[in-house]
């Protein structure tokens, strides 16, 4: 009887437990199309991962980072991105593609309001650090 108790309390505490994690930190996202009148061509076409044996501790702000500095220095918004998870038999993580743009050029391109009224409607990641 013990036993099954106690196999009966396993699986109720396997059950009933769950892990949480925090995939990523936006400034700014949005999933709908914004037309403006910047040259996307001026910024660079990059690629980051964030991969891990079985997932572990991969998360996307990682795949994003890694994208920026990619891309380079002066780089740190990164505009219209994609990010996959990918997953194979042991492995497995995140990847973010995207076009890396100077948010600097960008302003001084559309003025600030312009900026400010275009980065509401784009999907753009963000990275304070590079500031």
């Given amino acids: 009887m013990k036993t099954k ?3 009966v ?5 396997i059950l009933l437990s769950s892990c949480s994690a925090r995939l990523v930190d ?4 949005s999933s709908k199309n914004h037309s403006i009148k ?6 660079k076409v990059t ?3 964030s991969m891990g044996v079985l997932g572990f501790g991969v998360n996307i702000k990682d795949a994003m980072d890694q994208a920026l500095e990619n891309a380079g220095p002066q780089y740190d918004v990164l505009v219209n991105g994609v990010v996959r998870s990918k ?3 042991f492995y497995g993580g995140f990847e973010v ?4 743009v100077n948010s600097r050029k960008l302003i ?3 003025g600030q309001k312009g900026y400010e009224n275009w980065l509401q409607g784009k999907k753009v990641a963000y990275n304070k650090k590079k500031k």
Avoid: C, M, R
Avoid at 26 to 29: A, D, R
Avoid at 38 to 43: Q, R, S, V
Avoid at 97 to 100: I, K, Q
């Fill in 5 to 7: 108790n106690l196999f």
């Fill in 9 to 13: 309390l396993a699986l109720a505490v």
């Fill in 26 to 29: 936006f400034t700014v996202i």
């Fill in 38 to 43: 910047f040259n996307l061509d001026e910024g």
């Fill in 47 to 49: 690629k980051g991962k």
């Fill in 87 to 89: 997953s194979y038999y």
């Fill in 97 to 100: 593609e995207g076009t890396a």
């Fill in 108 to 110: 001084a391109k559309l």
